[in-house]
């Protein structure tokens, strides 16, 4: 069983920020910044490509609910709200996450930085994706 799952059954204790029939939210034991929590789906399933309609659904109401009271109750600025996607994204655990980490300042411990790289031609880039 994997460790989001075990603590989902509290056989691993977590700090429990929400709890409804669907999710759980934790707080993230590595804070990144003060009140980093993960929000995490009671049915297991590895990442967003495996998870149900419904999953999915309550997960984008409990999203906005929990980062703005996160946001509000430890009066951050703003806030990152993350799901990593595959090994090669940084994803750890499998058994998917979202995770809200509050921003305070911008040298926060955390970089979210989208660079742009070379510039392919935005058509073939399109064709690709839809065909
Ligand atoms: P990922 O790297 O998959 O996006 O995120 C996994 C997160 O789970 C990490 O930020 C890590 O700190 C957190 N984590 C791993 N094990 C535990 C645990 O046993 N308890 C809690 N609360 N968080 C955990
Ligand atoms: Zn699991």
């Keep these: 069983m994997c460790i989001f799952c075990q603590i989902i059954e509290g056989t691993?204790?977590?700090?429990?920020?929400?709890?409804?029939?669907?999710?759980?939210?934790?707080?993230?034991?590595?804070?990144?910044?003060?009140?980093?929590t993960l929000v995490?789906?009671?049915?297991?399933?590895?990442?967003?490509?495996?998870?149900?309609?419904?999953?999915?659904?309550?997960i984008a109401k409990v999203l906005p609910m929990l980062s703005n009271k996160i946001v509000t109750s430890c009066k951050a600025k703003g806030s990152h709200?993350?799901?990593?996607?595959?090994?090669?994204?940084?994803?750890?655990v499998d058994h998917l996450h979202f995770h809200i980490v509050p921003r305070y300042?911008?040298?926060?411990?955390?970089?979210?930085?989208?660079?742009?790289?070379?510039?392919?031609?935005l058509s073939e880039v399109l064709k690709t994706i839809n065909g």
Excluded: R, W
Excluded at 18 to 30: N, P, R, S
Excluded at 47 to 55: K, M, N, Q, R, V
């Design 12 to 36: 691993i204790p977590s700090y429990k920020v929400y709890e409804d029939d669907h999710v759980i939210a934790i707080l993230d034991i590595a804070q990144v910044t003060y009140g980093h």
């Design 40 to 58: 995490i789906p009671k049915k297991h399933c590895n990442d967003i490509l495996d998870a149900d309609e419904e999953t999915m659904a309550h």
């Design 81 to 92: 709200i993350i799901s990593n996607q595959g090994e090669i994204s940084g994803q750890t």
């Design 105 to 121: 300042k911008e040298d926060d411990a955390i970089i979210v930085k989208f660079n742009e790289t070379n510039k392919p031609e």
